[in-house]
């Protein structure tokens, strides 16, 4: 049997199918930058207020029926929704130079992912716009000693497009700007009587690393509400990978948890103090923020995930073990 001519028809199909798979990325990755580069959002004139069900003086958690419309009209439609597939593919290759280059070589895309922390955004910041350690540090003291004075939680996620030869301004200016617009205008006085913005935000960071959705964000926002509300440790494994990830020889930023981190000396161990940590672990967006200022009432003060991200939460420690046990076998 001559197998020549197979051989070279498999060759054939094979090459095609890869040219056409190839073409297809191309085509995936170039409509996502133009879809990032088509959707730059336009500063609005007036800003929605932020709905607020929460009273942090008053300990009471009450229900808006606002909150769904805000977050339909003002959060999932929104360009910087990290829902739209478009700024998913962004967020993965952002860093890569082949990406940026795509469509506009002059052109950048700096992504900022819901949840990440400081550390995070300026190491990509600094790789996608070949900044030097002076650069990075101009860009961090101009975030730092902005309003408000906190170390992490105003690098307002999104997908900021700029020059290649952006300087540290420019993408303070940038940033600060959306944060301003999407966050401090829409935290008004009344919002601030209720929840200080220095605790949404700390609250909002927790979510990003916590929870999953929108919906799943207001059902751990009332947990955690609630275990302040009676002065109970948050109890938060976030909170102690923030602080072992802070390590200067922790090689990843969100180590997993061990046991023995329970009991690390850190202001950021919510097992050992109760409260809030002194800061935001991460940069929240404005989903994790709006689910911060309205919690799903609840009696529940203990919570966990599955691995396959179902939620279950109890209003009782021995609720909590039991529902454990009936999952996994055994209780924590």
């Not at 301004?169 to 966050?183: C, M, P, R």
């Amino acid at each position: 049997m001559n197998w020549r001519p197979l051989l070279i028809r498999i060759t054939y199909v094979s090459v095609l199918v890869g040219s056409t798979f190839a073409t297809i990325l191309i085509l995936v990755f170039l409509q996502s930058k133009i879809n990032i580069y088509k959707e730059q959002p336009i500063k609005e004139e007036v800003v929605t207020p932020f709905p607020v069900s929460v009273n942090s003086h008053t300990e009471t958690i009450f229900y808006d029926p606002t909150v769904i419309e805000f977050f339909s009209e003002n959060v999932a439609l929104s360009p910087k929704s990290k829902n739209h597939w478009w700024n998913q593919v962004a967020a993965v290759f952002a860093t890569k130079g082949w990406y940026q280059n795509l469509a506009s070589p002059v052109s950048r895309i700096v992504v900022i992912w819901p949840g990440e922390r400081r550390e995070q955004v300026v190491k990509d910041m600094a790789d996608i716009l070949r900044w030097d350690e002076a650069e990075v540090s101009e860009f961090e003291s101009l975030i730092d000693t902005s309003f408000p004075i906190l170390p992490d939680g105003k690098y307002f996620p999104g997908q900021y497009v700029t020059h290649r030869d952006a300087t540290p301004e420019d993408i303070y200016q940038l940033i600060y700007e959306a944060f301003d617009t999407e966050v401090l205008q829409r935290y008004t006085p009344e919002v601030e009587s209720n929840v200080p913005l220095y605790d949404a935000l700390i609250i909002a960071s927790l979510l990003e690393r916590e929870a999953s959705d929108f919906e799943n964000m207001r059902e751990v926002a009332g947990v955690i509400w609630n275990r302040l509300f009676i002065d109970m440790p948050l109890q938060l494994d976030a909170t102690l990978q923030y602080a072992v990830g802070s390590r200067p020889y922790e090689k990843s930023w969100w180590p997993k948890v061990k046991p023995s981190d329970k009991f690390i000396d850190s202001p950021f161990n919510t097992y050992q103090n109760s409260g809030l940590p002194p800061a935001p672990i991460a940069n929240p967006s404005v989903e994790a923020i709006l689910a911060a200022l309205n919690p799903v009432e609840t009696d529940c003060l203990y919570y966990f995930h599955t691995d396959k991200g179902e939620y279950y939460c109890s209003a009782s420690y021995e609720e909590h073990v039991a529902k454990l046990k009936s999952i996994y076998g055994r209780g924590s």
